[in-house]
């Protein structure tokens, strides 16, 4: 297969947010999407230099084997996945720094590649099939008044959703009894839902242990994050399990913590990794017995479908995953996620590729 042709173009967001579509052409007319949506204040990556990558790069790859391939469905998993990374190799040092430009890049080519087979992406990453739904978690703030956090619990638990994780957005002594509070009355109210935390690396190494033991009594399954990326893997085993987000994307680090004590759980974001780095670091956390979880960067739609099928991808299922349709996708052109279901579900597109046929920009 050789890529023939390359577009790109850009949805202004809210603010100064901008996302890039990209469209790949190949040999013989079928068209693959990928998004590159970096977030301001976030991301590594600004969407200029994703938007110049992107630009030059599409025109520097080379043909894209695939021996054996097509033959069953199931005749060749993950080839199209090494293939890709054999595609992008050489440009893997103009890549370097721009997870956002490679998340884009890598979905396009899967998209173009799974339809060529007739798999779908999640079957391209990881085999064909591996499991059919995934739910979704539902996404809570402490920077709310208290009463309009829980009547948004209560809607999402009228949705079907059985996971809320809760963003703990107080800082300070006083910030953190407020939050301890507000997930007590949380908590009294939804006694069997499963309950997340993320600290968003607010804590100090010091006191870390001492918030999470005041936690515990909550039962969270764990807390995300709970200090500084660089640092994650000096906590060790605490009161509450713990799991690495931000920390994922520091070199060396997810190596470290698949050693460590403490270690729940892995949360894997593509827009912030790549696809295929987020696929290894899932695949290889579950195979350590830590588990997964696949979440958006509150980006646009194709984005979102790349994030879904990487989670029905995985070895074994991840938990609930924070991939729930948001507020920002508004500012998009309207288009289908096929992988989004009611009662919060993420399930298998049915369809080759990406399953995202349309794009107008």
């Not at 948004?152 to 963003?167: C, E, N, S, T, Y």
């Not at 300070?172 to 009294?188: I, P, Q, S």
């Not at 194709?302 to 924070?322: D, F, K, N, V």
Request: charged fraction near 25%; include cysteine.
């Amino acid at each position: 297969m050789r890529v023939v042709a390359a577009s790109l173009e850009q949805v202004d967001l809210e603010g100064a947010r901008r996302g890039l579509v990209l469209s790949l052409t190949d040999d013989e007319g079928r068209v693959g999407l990928g998004e590159a949506t970096p977030l301001p204040g976030f991301s590594p990556d600004a969407v200029d230099d994703d938007r110049r990558a992107l630009a030059e790069l599409p025109g520097a790859l080379g043909p894209i084997d695939l021996p054996g391939v097509p033959a069953s469905p199931g005749a060749a998993p993950r080839a199209t996945a090494f293939a890709i990374l054999r595609a992008l190799a050489p440009l893997s040092s103009r890549l370097r720094g721009l997870p956002a430009a490679r998340f884009a890049l890598e979905t396009a080519l899967l998209d173009l590649l799974g339809q060529r087979v007739g798999m779908p992406v999640s079957a391209c990453l990881g085999g064909h099939r591996r499991h059919d739904e995934v739910r979704v978690n539902g996404l809570l703030t402490t920077s709310v008044a208290l009463p309009e956090m829980l009547d948004r619990a209560r809607a999402l638990a009228a949705r079907g959703v059985r996971a809320i994780k809760v963003k703990l957005r107080s800082r300070g002594e006083e910030g953190f009894a407020r939050d301890l509070e507000a997930l007590r009355a949380l908590r009294r109210e939804h006694e069997a839902i499963e309950l997340r935390l993320d600290a968003n690396a607010a804590w100090s190494l010091e006191e870390a242990p001492r918030r999470l033991g005041l936690l515990a009594p909550l039962g969270p399954r764990f807390v995300e994050q709970p200090v500084a990326p660089e640092l994650l893997h000096h906590l060790g085993a605490c009161d509450v399990p713990w799991a690495a987000d931000e920390s994922l994307a520091v070199e060396g680090m997810p190596e470290r913590l698949l050693e460590a004590e403490g270690c729940a759980a892995f949360i894997l974001k593509p827009a912030m990794l790549g696809l295929l780095r987020a696929h290894e670091l899932g695949r290889r956390a579950q195979a350590r017995g830590i588990d997964a979880v696949v979440t958006h960067l509150f980006d646009g739609p194709i984005a979102l479908a790349a994030a879904c099928e990487l989670a029905l991808g995985l070895p074994r299922p991840p938990l609930a995953c924070g991939l729930d349709a948001h507020a920002g996708l508004e500012a998009w052109p309207a288009v289908r996620i096929p992988q989004l279901r009611e009662g919060g579900l993420v399930a298998a597109s049915g369809q080759p590729g990406l399953g995202v046929r349309r794009w107008t920009a």
